[in-house]
């Protein structure tokens, strides 16, 4: 049974709970990490429970844990404290996006069970190094996952006169600058793109308003068709003098249901979104329900999660004052992001040993299938980059092998069918 996250304990080596017997790895999502030693009697462990899965039998744990001396504990704890309601700043978020990338890729490698880590391709948006880079990283081949990507990208800049005069800029400018990976092509960047990209609440800007973009993104295609393909991103756009403002969000594109698995993802992220607001969860639902839906099969594209845009603050904190409410966000947005792998990570060891065959491999290719529909008609990063983008950066979200077939119907009442009710009418997991 996996638990809640996060649930900070001290122990003394060599008498860890029952629960830590099997820790096999150490890994933190942007909590600094050591590994785990019994061989000394001096000194205590601070160990944070990331989750807990069932393999081959045995129970593991997968945590965060600092090795610290004696009087040293009260120290760390506190700095760990403060780390979690620092003030807001860019360069935080810069180097927390880095920081995050470099361990889940570090995490899902080991998952991953292969032996092979994660290539990383760096690149320069121009000649000038202080207009922004990007990391693509990707592993491919592996045992669980046959095709993960891992992309960071920061832009700095000033608004070109095409695009102040598309009037105004929001989340949604972001979103699509983000998934196309920051073009370097002011064609993707001008006016007119923008205006298409721009969409809901906005904020006038001039031209040579400087601002800046950062955003890390994850799309894990899984071998097995009973893990899940699972996608995610956080990102943050600021425009000096007007404000900033973030977006992010995680959801499942399933090719078999398994009711735990959605009742276990959703239940993780509604934990998250309530610490901040008691509605963040219901209205980022909706957002992804509605976002991820492919009109022309009239079906979603998987079971869903959370999707939000254009956020500066929660309901009761609107009173708060700006560096106030764009802090308690970036707390939110960080608490999204190291649970990434903490919401993913269990369902794919509760799923990767069941067997399968030809048929179920089928129809995960065809259900990919779907997944490439909507990313090349529908999604508006995709759209939005394909005119001019980085395309190596784009496509890299493409699952690596898919299929379609003319009019499959499933059978009637069997597990494929079943997917597909839930597509058309998705369901409230945190209900049940």
């Known amino acids: 049974m996996s638990l809640p996250p996060f649930i900070t304990q001290s122990v003394t080596p060599g008498r860890l709970p029952v629960e830590y017997q099997h820790v096999t790895g150490t890994r933190s999502y942007g909590i600094p990490s050591g590994r785990c030693r019994s061989s000394s009697s001096r000194g205590r462990i601070i160990l944070t429970l990331i989750s807990t899965t069932k393999r081959r039998g045995e129970r593991r744990a997968v945590v965060s844990a600092v090795s610290v001396q004696q009087g040293e504990e009260e120290q760390v704890q506190e700095e760990q404290q403060e780390q979690q309601q620092e003030p807001f700043t860019k360069e935080r978020f810069e180097a927390f996006l880095l920081r995050m990338q470099?361990?889940?890729?570090?995490?899902?490698?080991?998952?991953?069970?292969?032996?092979?880590?994660?290539?990383?391709?760096?690149?320069?948006?121009?000649?000038?190094?202080?207009?922004?880079?990007?990391?693509?990283?990707?592993?491919?081949?592996g045992n669980l996952l046959e095709k993960a990507a891992a992309n960071v990208s920061i832009v700095r800049g000033q608004l070109s006169e095409a695009r102040a005069k598309a009037g105004v800029i929001n989340d949604s400018y972001l979103f699509a600058l983000f998934c196309s990976t920051f073009s370097q092509s002011e064609n993707v960047l001008g006016g007119v793109c923008t205006k298409q990209a721009m969409t809901g609440r906005g904020r006038a800007v001039e031209s040579g308003t400087n601002y800046f973009a950062g955003a890390l993104s994850l799309v894990f295609h899984t071998r097995h068709p009973f893990v899940p393909t699972f996608r995610s991103d956080i990102r943050y756009f600021e425009v000096e003098g007007g404000g900033g403002w973030f977006?992010?969000?995680?959801?499942?594109?399933?090719?078999?249901?398994?009711?735990?698995?959605?009742?276990?993802?959703?239940?993780?992220?509604?934990a998250v979104c309530d610490r901040y607001d008691p509605v963040l969860y219901e209205q980022s639902k909706a957002a992804c329900d509605a976002y991820f839906y492919i009109p022309a099969r009239r079906e979603h594209r998987g079971i869903g999660g959370i999707f939000f845009d254009d956020l500066e603050n929660f309901q009761q904190q609107e009173d708060s004052g700006l560096e106030a409410c764009r802090s308690m966000v970036f707390s939110f947005v960080k608490d999204v992001a190291e649970g990434f792998m903490p919401s993913f990570l269990p369902i794919a060891e509760r799923r990767r040993c069941m067997a399968y065959g030809e048929r179920e491999r089928e129809w995960q290719l065809l259900r990919?299938?779907?997944?490439?529909?909507?990313?090349?008609?529908?999604?508006?990063?995709v759209k939005f980059g394909l005119d001019g983008g980085r395309f190596e950066s784009i496509m890299v979200s493409a699952p690596p092998l898919i299929a379609w077939r003319y009019n499959v119907v499933p059978e009637l009442n069997s597990l494929e069918a079943e997917l597909l009710e839930v597509l058309k009418t998705p369901r409230h997991w945190t209900s049940y």
Not at 368 to 381: A, I, S, V
Request: aromatic letters at 16%; hydrophobic letters at 25%; charged letters at 30%.
């Open 102 to 141: 470099e361990s889940i890729c570090t995490t899902a490698a080991e998952a991953d069970g292969s032996g092979k880590a994660f290539c990383e391709d760096r690149w320069q948006r121009s000649e000038d190094p202080s207009s922004g880079y990007g990391i693509t990283r990707v592993l491919e081949g």
């Open 247 to 270: 977006g992010g969000g995680a959801d499942l594109t399933p090719s078999y249901l398994f009711e735990e698995d959605a009742k276990f993802f959703h239940g993780y992220y509604k």
């Open 368 to 381: 990919r299938g779907r997944y490439l529909e909507f990313n090349l008609l529908y999604d508006r990063g």
